[in-house]
């Protein structure tokens, strides 16, 4: 999880659970080490800490203990604080799976702004990841078509187009390939022909 959802109440009751999670730091974090354990600097592991949280409020709601582990990553110029329930894990791994995190919302942005689901007709969670498949299974299937048809313009016209024909008996290369000439930019639309010749 980002920094920004921080809650030590809600974090403990993950530990708890026997889950773990692996989140960002504040820069404004409070923690007292306990003990330290070697790090592979090559790596871009900084440090790898054991203690629990200093103040009495995030002490009293995440009384356990934490592990901090620092990490530059080279490639953004940045130091990055990491904070686990995990002890046992390396601490190469709380930086990796941090990143694999960042990963999966690039994946939810770009089904967000490529697939439109506009909404969801069940929400249960088998219900929500059906959804998703079959939407991202619709979009690969237009990926295929199109670039097996050699279709001018974007793959997201190539989206409306159909969407806009859902029930047209016309062929569908003939269906795409009409509507993407129509869609020739050399043509001015708002010039109107006396004749047609």
């Given at each position: 999880?980002?920094?920004?959802?921080?809650?030590?109440?809600?974090?403990?009751?993950?530990?708890?659970?026997?889950?773990?999670?692996?989140?960002?730091?504040?820069?404004?974090?409070?923690?007292?080490?306990?003990?330290?354990?070697?790090?592979?600097?090559?790596?871009?592991?900084?440090?790898?800490?054991?203690?629990?949280?200093?103040?009495?409020?995030?002490?009293?709601?995440?009384?356990?203990?934490?592990?901090?582990?620092?990490?530059?990553?080279?490639?953004?110029?940045?130091?990055?604080?990491?904070?686990?329930?995990?002890?046992?894990?390396?601490?190469?791994?709380?930086?990796?799976?941090?990143?694999?995190?960042?990963?999966?919302e690039l994946?939810?942005?770009?089904?967000?702004?490529?697939?439109?689901?506009?909404?969801?007709?069940?929400?249960?969670?088998?219900?929500?990841?059906?959804?998703?498949?079959?939407?991202?299974?619709?979009?690969?299937?237009v990926a295929?078509?199109?670039?097996?048809?050699?279709?001018?313009?974007?793959?997201?016209?190539?989206?409306?187009?159909?969407?806009?024909?859902?029930?047209?008996?016309?062929?569908?290369?003939?269906?795409?390939?009409?509507?993407?000439?129509?869609?020739?930019?050399?043509?001015?639309?708002?010039?109107?022909?006396?004749?047609?010749?």
């Amino acid at each position: 999880m980002d920094r920004g959802y921080i809650d030590w109440a809600r974090l403990f009751k993950i530990a708890s659970s026997g889950a773990f999670f692996v989140i960002r730091a504040k820069d404004n974090l409070r923690f007292t080490r306990y003990k330290s354990q070697p790090v592979d600097k090559s790596t871009g592991l900084r440090s790898n800490q054991i203690g629990k949280l200093s103040t009495l409020k995030s002490k009293g709601e995440f009384p356990t203990h934490l592990r901090r582990v620092r990490f530059y990553d080279e490639e953004k110029q940045k130091h990055l604080v990491f904070l686990t329930n995990n002890l046992q894990i390396p601490a190469l791994t709380v930086a990796k799976l941090y990143k694999k995190r960042w990963e999966i919302e690039l994946f939810f942005k770009w089904i967000k702004g490529n697939l439109e689901i506009k909404h969801y007709y069940g929400t249960s969670a088998n219900a929500v990841k059906t959804q998703i498949w079959i939407a991202v299974s619709l979009y690969l299937i237009v990926a295929i078509i199109q670039k097996n048809l050699k279709l001018p313009g974007s793959l997201r016209n190539t989206l409306q187009i159909l969407s806009v024909h859902p029930f047209d008996k016309t062929p569908l290369n003939e269906l795409l390939m009409t509507i993407s000439s129509q869609n020739d930019p050399e043509r001015n639309f708002n010039q109107l022909e006396m004749f047609n010749l």
